[in-house]
Structures are given as C-alpha cells and as structure tokens.
C-alpha cells in the first residue's frame, strides 16, 4: 500500500468521535499468516492477548490468534496497516477493555452448529438419546475473506445485537483493491449498515474522519455476563455457501479469462453451469479448490461434458483427490492443445 494510503487508513482508525466510555482502536492478528508476529508483538509495547475459545487451546500455543489495543504512533501498528499482506489483520472500534473483548469474541471462534447445519454440510452424526444435538466448530470468523460474508448472515436482530455487542465498527483492508476498505456496523435502527469504501475519494480531503452518527454504540454494562456459547444455524450455513461459491465462480471466469480458455456456450450460459458443476465436483470427491476449479473448467470446454463419459467413470472410480486433479489437468491441456490446432 502506498505511503498516502497508509496513512489515510491509519488516521481513519484512530479519528474517533469523544464518547464516554472512551473508544478504543483493536486489531486481530492471526498469527499463521505471518509466523514473525509471534516476536514483533510481544516486543511491541502493546496490550494483546489470545482470542481462541479456551477448547482450542493447542491453537494457542501453535498458531496464536492475538487481540491487541492498537496505539497510533507505534512501530507495530505501522508494520499491520503497511503490510503487503491485507489478510494479515482486521481492526474494530469499541469502548470495552481488552480482556472483556476477549472474554465475549472467543466465543466466536468455537461456536457450535446446530443439527440441520451440520448434517446438510458435516459430517452426519446419530442424536445420542435424551441429548440435545449440538456441534462445535472453528471458525474464523475475524478473516479478512471471512467477516463480510459473516455479517451478511446475520439476519435476525438478536444475531446482529450479539455479534456488534462490543463493537462499534469493523474495518477490513481489502487483499486485492489496496485503496479498498470495508466497513460495517450496526445502525441506531439495529440494522447492518456496510460499504466498500473507495480511499482514493479522501485523498484530497482535509483531515478525513469517518462519519459515526448513524452508528449505535455498545451499551450493555457488563459485556462478560452478557457472553455466551455462539451458534451457527441452518440459514446462515446456507447463506455462506452461496456467498463462497458466487465468490468462487466469479473467481474462476476471472482466471480463465486470463488463461485465454475459450468455452463452447455463452458465458451466462456457463455461470449458470458452474454452480452445478460446483455441486457435481463434491459429489465426485472434488473438495480442494483447485480440483473443484479444474473441474469446472473441463467441463466448461467440452462440447458435450456430459457424453463424456470415459472421463467422468474414472473420476469416479480413481481412489484420491490428487490423481483425480492430475486426470483433470491432462484432459484440460487435451483440449487446449486440439482448440490450438483447429484455429491454425
């Protein structure tokens, strides 16, 4: 990210409204993206601690999740918003202190997927008699590629008042647009009020500051009492599916386009294909993005993929992922090689 940018982005984190509690500017890091973290931060003069949920606590000690309270004149704090890697961390306005923050949050990591979730996108399990069927999860919910969809399930007015019950607005550095950054917060209507915002439009503006009139501010006195065991239900499993793979499919168009892969039908035609598709690959054991996108692509360039049928036996019949994939690749590079011939 630019130098201008950077600093833009820093004095929109750290520009808050006067409020009483005082707000606070917080970033999480995972760790796993950025092994010397795990050095920087303990020598960084800041307040930080681990997020996993107490259950996770091999995580801990392997790939630690930090919380930290972010201080504007700080090398470390410079290090974050000027990394190359956007995914590295997201940040969060809130009144409460760091401990009380991660007393509520780790609950979002480990939360529990109800049944319906979990037998339509799990593993399927048997109700042990007299109990109630529950099952956990980790979910990493913080993730720059992750939060935005998030949010977007909450659609019910208890499952937005819990997850912005300590926070007044998140910020999330996009990994692909470096003068992108995404916003969200709850409204004083309890609404979910988001927007990509476009930096390059503030550039030129004298002493930005984001705008936190319509935001409601946490107000629940003692957030720990108010923490509790998080669940993912059958609505919002099923709205995050459909976000992934819109994203996936908008994905692989992009990359076939650049990999200048010529299709047989019209390109709506194939978008409408590649979400069936997408469904056909897991049911073929295609679970790894890669396989599942050289999936999709084979079948985009056959004429009939469906007569096909020499290949998609041996899908089914080969034992593993990876010499499935390997098939897949073969028979791409197959007809690629034909296409090259056939246009001279």
Do not use: C
């Amino acid at each position: 990210m630019s130098k201008k940018l950077t600093t833009l982005q820093k004095n929109l984190l750290f520009t808050l409204p006067s409020t009483t509690p005082t707000l606070k500017t917080y970033a999480i890091v995972d760790s796993i993206r950025d092994e010397s973290v795990k050095e920087k931060i303990p020598w960084s003069g800041l307040n930080y601690l681990d997020l996993w949920h107490e259950d996770l606590w091999e995580h801990e000690l392997e790939v630690p999740l930090y919380l930290l309270e972010l201080e504007e004149d700080n090398e470390f704090t410079e290090y974050l918003l000027a990394n190359k890697d956007k995914d590295l961390a997201s940040y969060f306005i809130s009144p409460y202190r760091l401990e009380v923050l991660q007393h509520y949050y780790n609950f979002f990591t480990y939360p529990e997927i109800d049944k319906e979730g979990f037998e339509k996108y799990g593993r399927k399990e048997a109700t042990p008699k007299g109990k109630e069927w529950s099952r956990k999860a980790y979910f990493g919910f913080y993730d720059a590629n992750v939060l935005a969809d998030y949010i977007q399930t909450l659609h019910t007015e208890e499952k937005i008042d819990e997850f912005f019950a300590g926070v007044a607005m998140w910020f999330v550095p996009s990994s692909t647009q470096e003068s992108e950054l995404y916003i969200a917060f709850r409204d004083k209507e309890g609404q979910v009020d988001d927007v990509n915002l476009d930096l390059n439009q503030l550039l030129e503006v004298e002493a930005p500051m984001l705008n936190f009139d319509t935001v409601s501010f946490p107000t629940i006195p003692n957030l720990e009492d108010y923490a509790h065991e998080v669940t993912l239900d059958l609505k919002q499993m099923e709205l995050f599916e459909q976000r992934h793979r819109r994203k996936f499919i908008d994905n692989v168009f992009f990359w076939a386009e650049k990999e200048g892969y010529t299709f047989y039908h019209p390109k709506e035609f194939n978008k409408q294909r590649a979400f069936e598709l997408f469904s056909e690959a897991n049911t073929l054991g295609l679970i790894n993005e890669d396989a599942v996108y050289k999936y999709i692509i084979y079948a985009l360039l056959v004429l009939k993929p469906m007569q096909e049928t020499t290949v998609y036996q041996k899908l089914r019949q080969m034992p593993n992922e990876k010499t499935k994939t390997e098939l897949l690749t073969q028979e791409i590079w197959k007809i690629l090689q034909f296409q090259r011939r056939a246009n001279g």
